[in-house]
C-alpha cells in the first residue's frame, strides 16, 4: 500500500488543479459547500475477507483497524443529536467482520435511522457470517453489494478466484430472504480497467438480463462508480505508466452538473478511529477535515458550514455522469 | 504524416464536415441513431460494430469498438466469439466462391 503522503504529492505533481477547474462553475467562483449532511458513512474497519486490485482503501484479511465500542458510542451520539442525518451508511472493509456490527445496526435503528451496509457479500459466504444476512432482513437493512460483473471473467480477475460463485450464492441467500424485491438490495458495479463506465441504465438492464435468465436473482438498482486514482488503483496505472492518460481522461469528461450533487456536499465520512473527513477517498489520502475533526467534538453547524477539501483525485466523481457511492449524479 | 493510420485522427472524425457538411451531419445523425438501443441493446450492437470492425481491418474502428464493448458490459471472452463470426463469416465467404471455381473447371474440363 503506498503511503497517503506519497499518493498526495503524485496527485499535487499532475498538470490540473481541480479546485481551479470547478471555481468558474460555483457561486461566486467559492471554494465547494456542503448543501446539508444527510448521510453519516462509518468505516468501522479494515479488515476484509477479500483483497481486491481496485480497493481504494487497501483493505484486505491482514488488515487488523477497526472501530471501537467508545468511538462507535461516540458516532451513535452525534447521530443521536441530528435529525437531519437520516441514513447511516455502513462500510469498511468488510464492516461485517467488526464484532460490534450488529450493536451498531440496531441502535441505529432504533433511533429511527436508514442503515446502509456495503457489502462484498462473499463474507455472507464466510463460517461465522452467514447468519447476517438474515439479521438484516429482519432489521430492514438495505445491502448495498459489491458485483464488478455479471460473469465469472471480470469479477475473479478484479476481486479474486472463487469470487463471482460466491458472490452469487450470496445473493440467492439474499433473494430468498425478500431482498430484491420486498427489500432493497442494489448493486454496485466499478470499471475494471481504465475507463468510465457505460450509463447506469444500461448497464442495470445488461446485469438484470444477465444475472436473472442465468442464476434468477433480482435486484433494485445498479450504481455505478468511477474508479478514483488512488491507492491500489493508482498503483496500477503507475505500473502501468497511464496515470496522466488516465487523468486527462476523467478532466476531459468533467462535467460540471455534477457539482451540485457530490456526494460530499451531504454526507462525512467517519474512520474507524473517530475522525472526520469530506468523503471515502479523503480518508485514505488522510485529509481530515477542519476544524472539527474528530467524532468526539462533533458540530453539525461546524460540519455544515466547512470548505471541502478538493485535489485531483476528485476529478473522478465529476467525469461524465459523475460518480458517488449512490453511483451516477446525473442521468 | 508518419503513418497512413495516426491514432489521433480518430479524434478528428467530425472534421469530415469542414466541407459538404449536411452531409456529413447526416451521417453522424444516422450514425447515432443506429447505435441507440432498440430491438438490439447497445451491448449487443457494439459486438456487430466490433465484428465489422474486424472484417473490414478498421484499426480505429477496433480501438474504439474494444472499448465500447468493454463499458457497455461485454468481456473478452465475448468480444472474441464476435471476432470469430467474422473470420469465420471471411472465411465462407471466400470458400463459397469455390463453387464458382468449380462449376468454371466442370464447364472446361472434358
Known amino acids: 500500500m503506498m503511503p497517503p503522503h506519497d499518493q498526495l504529492e503524485l496527485l499535487a505533481a499532475l498538470p490540473h488543479s481541480f479546485e481551479e477547474f470547478i471555481r468558474p462553475h460555483l457561486p461566486m467562483a467559492s471554494a465547494l459547500k456542503p448543501c446539508a449532511l444527510t448521510t453519516l458513512q462509518l468505516n468501522i474497519g479494515k479488515r476484509c475477507n477479500q483483497s481486491c486490485r481496485h480497493c481504494h482503501v487497501g483493505s484486505s484479511p491482514v488488515r487488523t483497524e477497526t472501530m471501537s465500542r467508545e468511538i462507535m458510542d461516540a458516532c451513535l451520539q452525534a447521530i443521536d443529536g441530528v435529525d437531519e442525518i437520516k441514513t447511516v451508511d455502513i462500510t469498511g472493509g468488510a464492516p461485517e467482520m467488526n464484532d460490534n456490527f450488529s450493536y451498531l445496526v440496531k441502535t441505529c435503528k432504533n433511533l429511527g435511522k436508514h442503515v446502509i451496509d456495503r457489502c462484498n457479500l462473499t463474507i455472507l459466504e464466510e463460517p461465522g457470517y452467514g447468519h447476517l444476512a438474515a439479521f438484516m432482513a429482519e432489521q430492514g437493512v438495505e445491502i448495498m453489494a459489491s458485483l464488478p460483473y455479471f460473469r465469472k471473467s471480470y469479477t475473479d480477475r478484479q476481486r479474486g478466484a472463487g469470487v463471482f460463485d460466491k458472490s452469487i450464492r450470496a445473493l440467492q441467500k439474499l433473494n430468498g430472504l425478500g431482498y430484491g424485491t420486498t427489500l432493497p438490495l442494489n448493486l454496485i458495479y466499478n470499471p475494471s480497467g481504465m475507463y468510465l463506465s457505460s450509463s447506469q441504465q444500461q448497464l442495470e438492464c445488461e446485469f438484470r438480463n444477465n444475472l436473472k435468465q442465468t442464476y434468477g436473482i433480482d435486484f433494485n438498482h445498479l450504481y455505478c462508480i468511477n474508479n478514483l486514482p488512488l491507492d491500489g488503483f493508482l498503483q496500477a496505472l503507475l505500473a502501468l505508466n497511464k496515470l496522466t492518460p488516465y487523468m486527462d481522461m476523467l478532466k476531459n469528461a468533467f462535467n460540471p452538473c455534477t457539482l451540485p450533487g457530490l456526494m460530499c456536499r451531504y454526507q462525512l465520512s467517519v474512520s474507524y478511529d473517530g475522525y472526520l473527513y469530506d468523503c471515502d477517498f479523503n480518508q485514505m489520502l488522510g485529509l481530515k477535515i477542519l476544524p472539527s475533526s474528530h467524532i468526539r467534538g462533533f458540530s453539525y453547524d461546524q460540519i455544515v458550514n466547512r470548505t471541502i477539501t478538493t485535489m485531483n483525485h476528485c476529478f473522478g466523481c465529476t467525469a461524465g455522469s459523475g460518480s458517488s457511492c449512490g453511483g451516477e449524479l446525473v442521468t | ?110
Open chain 2, 1 to 110: 504524416m508518419k503513418s497512413y493510420y495516426e491514432p489521433d485522427d480518430l479524434q478528428k472524425f467530425s472534421t469530415i464536415t469542414r466541407v459538404n457538411k449536411p452531409l456529413g451531419d447526416k451521417y453522424f445523425s444516422y450514425y447515432n441513431s443506429v447505435m441507440k438501443a432498440g430491438a438490439l441493446s447497445e451491448r449487443e450492437k457494439a459486438l456487430i460494430a466490433l465484428a465489422v470492425a474486424h472484417a473490414l481491418r478498421c484499426p480505429y474502428c477496433i480501438d474504439a469498438y474494444t472499448l465500447t464493448c468493454i463499458e457497455k458490459g461485454s468481456d473478452e471472452e465475448q468480444m472474441n466469439e464476435a471476432v470469430h463470426v467474422a473470420a469465420a463469416m471471411a472465411a465462407g465467404i471466400t470458400l463459397v466462391h469455390g463453387v464458382q471455381m468449380m462449376n468454371k473447371i466442370d464447364d472446361t474440363i472434358i
